[in-house]
């Protein structure tokens, strides 16, 4: 049996444990989206269960009356309370060093700095995937990636199964959509401002309006020519992690690479919450050795999913 390189294993551990704390904000603040949730502290893990569940109420208490006098009160119960359940997904990235490697980064400071390169190349990798993920539309990767917004905030929310609930036959949860082609108007500069104008009164109850629009490539470059034509540059604003965008009503405007070309979100993100494992939320486990490989392996871990309580106050424009 060959004797590992004890030396080796103390700097890759060190490394490890001084790069562990920082993983899971690298990545969350690297998305708009994350790093909004993760600012409002709508970044909550969970210890386990077979779901992640979200509470919800779903209709208003039915033994609200005005009376008068001595008249009898309705003291039945009311059933306005359920919950959303949705599956735990999972992803994986391996940091690997092989044996030659080993021998070719002999002194602390090469292994270090061999280490160090590794785990910054699988953290981009997971920031970039699960950013990516966040627009899914819960089929992708056969089904085991993130739901993302093409799932909780769908073109089309009439059909479909959405934390165990379905909208052909609740029609509470539904999103809120504007299609240009079912309105017969061209999506343009001149034309995305008054989708947005309906969208957010659409999505508005009371004081609890959208706070975060996130925008693909056209429709963000609408927005931002819009403004240009009115001369409003002062609404050029800073997102939560430092993202560029502008103001529409006190919502945040942003672009996303990931986000469909012509897709616009408009979110209430006080529903929206990313919910990752306590145990594995973006975590470097101990490295193993390979039992047929002269190689080194460091598996980086995270388990969870996207969420929503209440997708009737967020919606989504589309072409």
Not at 160 to 180: A, E, K, M, P
Request: aromatic share 10%; proline share 2%.
């Amino acid at each position: 049996m060959a004797i590992p390189n004890t030396s080796y294993s103390e700097i890759i551990t060190t490394t490890l444990d001084n790069y562990r704390d920082k993983l899971a904000d690298n990545v969350l603040n690297h998305n708009p989206l994350l790093a909004k949730l993760k600012a409002r502290g709508n970044v909550d893990t969970a210890s386990g269960g077979a779901k992640l569940l979200e509470n919800l109420m779903y209709d208003e208490n039915g033994t609200f009356k005005w009376y008068s006098g001595y008249e009898t009160l309705d003291t039945s119960g009311s059933d306005v309370l359920t919950s959303a359940s949705f599956d735990w997904k999972q992803c994986n990235v391996n940091v690997t060093m092989s044996g030659l490697e080993e021998l070719q980064n002999a002194s602390k400071e090469a292994v270090h700095k061999l280490v160090k390169a590794r785990i910054q190349v699988a953290e981009k990798t997971m920031q970039n995937q699960v950013a990516a993920a966040l627009y899914y539309a819960n089929t992708e990767h056969g089904g085991k990636a993130i739901g993302g917004m093409q799932h909780l905030i769908a073109d089309l929310p009439t059909s479909g199964t959405v934390g165990g609930i379905d909208r052909s036959s609740n029609s509470w949860w539904r999103n809120q959509y504007y299609d240009f082609s079912d309105a017969s108007v061209t999506a343009s500069s001149s034309t995305i401002t008054h989708a947005m104008n309906l969208m957010y009164l659409r999505t508005m109850r009371g004081t609890d309006a959208v706070d975060l629009i996130v925008a693909g490539e056209t429709y963000f470059t609408y927005y931002e020519e819009s403004l240009q034509a009115q001369q409003r540059f002062m609404s050029e604003t800073k997102a939560a992690g430092g993202f560029n965008g502008y103001r529409y009503k006190g919502a945040e405007v942003v672009y996303d690479s990931n986000c469909s070309a012509t897709r616009m979100y408009l979110l209430n993100t006080a529903y929206f919450h990313f919910r990752p494992h306590a145990n594995r939320n973006f975590v470097t486990l101990d490295r193993k050795s390979s039992v047929n490989q002269d190689a080194t392996v460091v598996p980086l871990y995270w388990a969870g999913n996207a969420t929503t309580s209440n997708p009737s106050l967020s919606g989504v424009i589309v072409a």
